[in-house]
């Protein structure tokens, strides 16, 4: 299976993976209680409810270390796979396959939480006209596997980092002066993308007069956020941010606004329990 994420080096991850957790001295408790030739099979299953994502990865972390490893994908990126459901059967060599295992485990635990989570938020929100937004706050050497997990789960990726896009916030705005010379300077700067934050319904006014591209309504209660909606009028696209919980981003996504950002998607998403079970050849 081809696996390909912009900006992510697949063969340089997994090298630097294997690395941290082998160091100098390799897996010492595989190396002395394996048989040397022994060979395993093994199946990776999950315990829960889970929106797949990662298990490309996975197998990379096993074809590494053992290039002529069976690997069998049961499942594919985006699936949705009830408990009990089958990911992945393997077959290799015993070493390999228990010395990739915790760090292939990891990555896939750690991305379909992602993506488990960031679903949950795209049904909550179903049907609304709104779109789901991850942010910045990711696990730093992560971002690019991260946001790829929350675009699996459904979501779009908002910035995918400082050089993508202006966002003036409120510190910007402290050493400018104000919102409207912050977008000013930024604007002149050439930047097509300016994305300004606002607090108060009296500040769109001036960020849009001063060339603001996206608006990002910042922890405003659903009433105010119908009041920003109707003010923009549509001439720029406005998104929710902030405090935004699953039990809220209905009400929140039903105002009107274009998008809905949650970093809780990256910042705080639960690893999913998924296991593997090795048996002897």
Same mark, same amino acid.
Not at 91 to 97: N, S
Not at 192 to 200: G, K, P, S, T, W
């Given at each position: 299976m081809t696996f390909a994420v912009p900006g992510f080096d697949l063969?340089?991850?997994?090298?630097?993976?294997?690395?941290?957790?082998?160091?100098?001295?390799?897996?010492?408790?595989?190396?002395a209680v394996s048989p040397a030739g022994a060979r395993f099979a093994g199946v990776m299953a999950t315990r829960e409810d889970i929106v797949v994502a990662g298990l490309p990865i996975a197998a990379a972390f096993f074809r590494a270390l053992d290039p002529d490893a069976s690997v069998d994908m049961l499942a594919g990126e985006g699936d949705r796979v009830a408990a009990g459901g089958v990911l992945m059967r393997i077959? !290799?060599? $015993? @070493?390999?396959?228990l010395t990739a295992e915790r760090s292939a485990l990891n990555t896939v635990q750690?991305?379909?939480?992602?993506?488990?989570?960031?679903?949950t938020y795209v049904?909550?929100?179903?049907?609304t006209g709104a779109t789901l937004l991850d942010t910045r706050k990711t696990i730093p050497g992560l971002r690019r596997l991260?946001?790829?997990?929350?675009?699996? !789960?459904? $979501? @779009?990726?908002?910035?995918?980092g400082l050089w993508d896009a202006a966002m003036i916030k409120d510190n910007h705005v402290a050493v400018a002066g104000d919102i409207g010379a912050a977008v000013a300077r930024a604007v002149a700067a050439g930047i097509?993308?300016?994305?300004?934050?606002?607090?108060?319904i009296d500040q769109i006014a001036p960020a849009l007069a001063a060339g603001a591209t996206h608006l990002l309504l910042d922890n405003m209660p659903p009433a105010t956020l119908r009041e920003a909606v109707a003010l923009?009028?549509?001439?720029?696209?406005?998104?929710?941010?902030?405090?935004?919980?699953?039990?809220?981003?209905?009400a929140i996504a039903e105002t009107g606004v274009t998008y809905v950002s949650v970093g809780r998607l990256t910042q705080s998403a639960p690893a999913v329990d998924i296991g593997l079970d090795f048996a002897l050849l």
């Open positions: 063969d340089a991850f997994v090298a630097a993976t294997l690395a941290e957790d082998m160091g100098e001295g390799g897996d010492v408790t595989a190396d077959e !290799g060599q $015993a @070493r390999a396959l750690h991305l379909s939480g992602i993506a488990t989570l960031t679903r049904d909550a929100m179903a049907g991260e946001k790829y997990a929350t675009r699996t !789960g459904g $979501a @779009r990726n908002h910035r995918m097509d993308a300016v994305i300004v934050e606002v607090d108060r923009v009028d549509g001439r720029v696209p406005t998104e929710a941010s902030g405090g935004v919980r699953l039990d809220t981003i209905r």
